[in-house]
């Protein structure tokens, strides 16, 4: 069974960084674009970022610049390097790949 697992959420500053990790675990051949998204509330699900098989990379505007999304085949994992932090970058940020969502962990950003 294909699950994704994410880590590296919490409370940080203003101005400051975190990353966040996804790793593929379960039995699987290849996996095509992997991807992070955010759901702030009462607010819909938004793409921040996303990175194809082969290593084309996709961001929003609101975080082009400050973030940085990668991934290690080998490992099976995507990244996603937060930095500059703004508080309307709070959300529970959630792990796309093979269809499938992460269980999301949370970021908060305080000002």
């Known amino acids: 069974q294909v699950q994704l697992v994410e880590s590296g959420g919490g409370l940080v500053q203003a101005g400051g960084s975190l990353r966040l990790s996804c790793v593929v675990s379960g039995t699987i051949f290849s996996i095509n674009s992997m991807g992070w998204y955010r759901q702030a509330p009462g607010r819909q699900r938004e793409l921040v970022a996303v990175?194809?098989?082969?290593?084309?990379?996709t961001y929003a505007d609101s975080v082009k610049g400050r973030f940085t999304i990668s991934r290690d085949n080998a490992k099976k994992t995507v990244y996603l390097q937060m930095n500059s932090l703004k508080p309307e970058d709070t959300a529970v940020y959630y792990c796309?790949?093979?269809?499938?969502w992460g269980q999301g962990t949370q970021v908060t950003v305080s000002s």
């Open positions: 990175v194809s098989s082969g290593g084309v990379t």
């Open positions: 796309r790949a093979q269809g499938l």
